[in-house]
Nanobody, 125 residues
Framework: HVQLVESGGGSVQAVGSLRLSCAAS????????VGWFRQAPGKEREGVASSYTGQRTTYADSVQGRFTISRDNAKNTLYLQMNSLKPEDTAMYFC????????????????????WGQGTQVTVS
């Protein structure tokens, strides 16, 4: 059973940066397709970034060029570096994982992921 724990959220002013972390236990990240998702109040959960095998990545258009997903397999930790933050980036951020390679071709679809963290709040003002 994969367990995921996010950290690193907080409050930041616009154009600032934050780095989120997601520590995994139970299995190695190197075997999983992993992703970051976010959900703002009253909105659906949306995919932000995904990584498979650490070499194949994809990003939502809204964060392309500003956010970077990466992983440290030795520490079994996933990261999301968020730069040039905007107020519209305010949301609860979740990491997720699935055993299915490249999330069945839909890496930014929440329904493709089986394991979820509890979330970490990011507020941009």
């Amino acid at each position: 059973h994969v367990q995921l724990v996010e950290s690193g959220g907080g409050s930041v002013q616009a154009v600032g940066s934050l780095r989120l972390s997601c520590a995994a236990s139970g299995y190695s990240y190197s075997s999983l397709c992993v992703g970051w998702f976010r959900q703002a109040p009253g909105k659906e959960r949306e995919g932000v970034a995904s990584s498979y095998t650490g070499q194949r990545t994809t990003y939502a258009d809204s964060v392309q060029g500003r956010f970077t997903i990466s992983r440290d397999n030795a520490k079994n930790t996933l990261y999301l570096q968020m730069n040039s933050l905007k107020p519209e980036d305010t949301a609860m951020y979740f990491c997720a994982a699935t055993w299915v390679g490249w999330a069945n071709g839909r890496p930014l679809w929440a329904d493709e992921y089986s394991y979820w963290g509890q979330g970490t709040q990011v507020t941009v003002s």
